[in-house]
Nanobody, 117 residues
Framework: QVQLVESGGGLVQPGGSLRLSCVAS????????MGWYRQVPGKEREFVAF????????GYADSMKGRFAISRDNSINTVHLQMNTLKPDDTAVYYC??????????WGQGTQVTVSS
């Protein structure tokens, strides 16, 4: 079965960095587009970043451009999100997302990121 397991969240001070990882299993990872989303209580889940199946194309939400970088390693079924210059507004649960060639979507369980002094 499809599994997405996120890790790397935690508490970081404003201006700091974190690197999130998502390890995938149960499907042909190299055929799936991947993404990161985030959610805070009481708000809708928000798009963060996207990477195409072969890694050639990426996209970011405007507020993350220049600060966040998504990457993937298809040899180990892993997608990363490097987050720099973190702000308190980046505090959220971050979710890994897999999009099949047919458009089906799968989600991980999320990892908490807290940016606070």
């Amino acid at each position: 079965q499809v599994q997405l397991v996120e890790s790397g969240g935690g508490l970081v001070q404003p201006g700091g960095s974190l690197r999130l990882s998502c390890v995938a299993s149960g499907f042909t990872f190299s055929r799936y587009n991947m993404g990161w989303y985030r959610q805070v209580p009481g708000k809708e889940r928000e798009f963060v970043a996207f990477i195409s199946a072969n890694g050639a194309n990426t996209g970011y939400a405007d507020s993350m451009k220049g600060r966040f970088a998504i990457s993937r390693d298809n040899s180990i079924n892993t997608v990363h999100l490097q987050m720099n210059t973190l702000k308190p507004d980046d505090t959220a649960v971050y979710y890994c997302n897999a999009i099949s060639p047919s458009g089906s979507q799968f989600w991980g369980q999320g990892t908490q990121v807290t940016v606070s002094s």
